[in-house]
């Protein structure tokens, strides 16, 4: 039972490189999110996804694109990283709502660090 | 936006001895959810709570939603080690269509416990 799963766990980058963070849930959940973590500022919400091919901003997406060709898969691209996107990043994906309870179930988090 | 605010920041504790956290919102929340987060983890889902002055327990845990739902607090009692972590509050403030799930959480409490 994988859950879900973030790749890579790390990852080091220059200033300008794209970058991209990979999500996979094995749980055929609907909804995807993707958060960044830093300090002083809690998880803020970057990007979500209702489904496959529903994709939808959230609080900080300046500087992401996303996309979800399937179910399973929600990456997040860093078009042209900058030190300000030095963070942690945690996938998390949920039930569609009315199907009980929509707690979100997070991955292990991808520390990036932007140099 | 929506915020929910989540007090206090920090709390230091000795084992033993009890612990609050508190969120709370301007704006009536459909429901709540809390999560954990240990040191160098990822958040995990503790509980949610839809009804208004429901209170729920989980062993030593005790959840509060507010009468008018625009509060919420996480009571520990007789704190131990393991439950050292930052405490998320969270709410998708009754948004509707795709945005129902979409979570606006709490800035957190780090809860440190000496033994």
């Known amino acids: 039972d994988a859950g879900i799963t973030q790749s890579p766990r790390y990852k080091i980058t220059e200033t300008g490189r794209q970058v991209t963070l990979m999500c996979h849930q094995t749980?055929?959940?609907?909804?995807m999110f993707w958060y960044r973590q830093d300090l002083g500022h809690g998880l803020r919400l970057i990007y979500y996804s209702a489904a496959a091919d529903i994709t939808d901003k959230g609080e900080v997406p300046d500087g992401y694109v996303v996309s979800r060709s399937k179910t399973e898969n929600f990456p997040l691209t860093l078009e042209s990283a900058t030190r300000s996107q030095t963070s942690v990043y945690f996938c998390?994906?949920?039930?569609?709502?009315?199907?009980?309870?929509?707690?979100?179930?997070f991955g292990p988090g991808t520390r990036l660090t932007v140099t | 936006g929506q915020q929910v605010m989540q007090i206090p920041q920090y709390q230091h504790v000795q084992e033993g001895e009890d612990f609050t956290t508190y969120c709370n919102s301007s704006?009536?929340?459909?429901?709540i959810q809390w999560y954990k987060q240990r040191p160098g983890g990822h958040p995990v889902f503790l509980i949610q709570?839809?009804?208004?002055?429901e209170v729920k327990k989980q062993k030593r845990l005790t959840f509060q939603f507010g009468e008018a739902k625009k509060n919420s607090s996480l009571h520990i009692t007789a704190t131990q080690t393991t439950d050292v972590g930052t405490y998320f509050c969270?709410?998708?403030?009754?948004?509707?269509?795709?945005?129902?799930?979409?979570?606006?959480f709490g800035q957190g409490t780090i809860l440190t416990v000496h033994p």
């Open positions: 709570l839809v009804k208004s002055g």
């Open positions: 969270a709410s998708d403030f009754n948004a509707g269509g795709t945005s129902y799930g979409k979570l606006t």
């Open positions: 998390a994906s949920s039930h569609r709502p009315g199907q009980g309870a929509y707690e979100q179930y």
């Open positions: 704006t009536t929340l459909s429901n």
């Open positions: 749980w055929s959940h609907s909804y």
